[in-house]
């Protein structure tokens, strides 16, 4: 079948491509999609950053 020497080989083939296809599509779908909190996210990560022990007293310095 197209030069394979086995039918699980073109198949493993087959599903490689297809899911690189679906990747892609899931991809383009969803490359604007608004994010809800992100205000409220980035006000987490900031907090963390000011409290967390490693980055040292002050948050980044």
Known sequence: MFGF???WVFLGYL???GSM???VVYG???WN???ENVQEEIRE???WEENDP???E???Q
Do not use: P
């Open 28 to 30: 383009i779908r969803n």
């Open 21 to 23: 296809l679906l990747c």
């Open 58 to 60: 002050g948050g980044i």
């Open 33 to 35: 999609k608004n994010r």
């Open 15 to 17: 599903l490689t491509i």
């Open 5 to 7: 020497g086995d039918v």
């Open 45 to 47: 990560e900031a907090a």
């Open 54 to 56: 490693e980055m040292g």
